[in-house]
């Protein structure tokens, strides 16, 4: 299993605009069929200290293996998600986890 | 869909007897009724400047809503794990995702 968790921050912050296209691009992606299980998800109500909560859009990716998730890298429609949608973000953090 | 995905830096960094209690707690709290899925991981081989590869072990959870989220939370397991485990970590994030 791999687990890749994509958090976007907006350049335009608050720009429920901006967040439609980029929304609308990950979905765009969801049928890559080395994808096991997506979800686009926005930050919960929950408020302690240790919680992230600053970012717009999240995205969470679980792949059978991590060749999987390579070929999903080059694939092209994520390549043409990067080159319409990254205009639309001024910072990523990715996780990328593996069993232990 | 709730999803709750939380990183964890060992206080003792790289102490393998550290990482294996901390997996062990972790281990401990997957029968918990109300988790949907879990996965625990560690940084995977990708790197590029994005990815925050620094964490320990991750703990991925997913939940069918906020409600069982909040269950978890205060369930018995979890406070036990809290309780017993957190010595072991010097700094946490978590990131509570929900549907948009």
Redesign the interface.
């Known amino acids: 299993?791999?687990?890749h968790?994509v958090?976007f921050w907006l350049k335009n912050a608050g720009s429920e605009e901006d967040k439609a296209k980029l929304?609308e691009g990950l979905k765009g992606m969801t049928s890559i069929d080395v994808i096991k299980t997506s979800?686009?998800?926005?930050?919960?109500?929950?408020n302690?200290e240790?919680?992230?909560?600053g970012?717009d859009?999240?995205w969470?990716l679980?792949f059978d293996n991590?060749d999987d998730?390579e070929i999903y890298q080059v694939h092209p429609e994520h390549k043409a998600f990067v080159e319409k949608c990254s205009s639309l973000w001024s910072k990523?953090?990715?996780?990328?986890?593996?069993?232990?």
Chains 1, 2 share one sequence.
Not at 39 to 46: E, F, K, L
Not at 94 to 100: C, E, G, H, L, T
Request: charge should be negative; aromatic fraction near 12%; charged fraction near 15%.
């Open positions: 299993m791999f687990v968790h958090f929304l979800h686009i998800g926005v930050p919960a109500n929950t302690r240790v919680i992230e909560r970012y859009l999240s969470l679980i991590p998730q990523v953090v990715v996780y990328d986890a593996i069993d232990i």
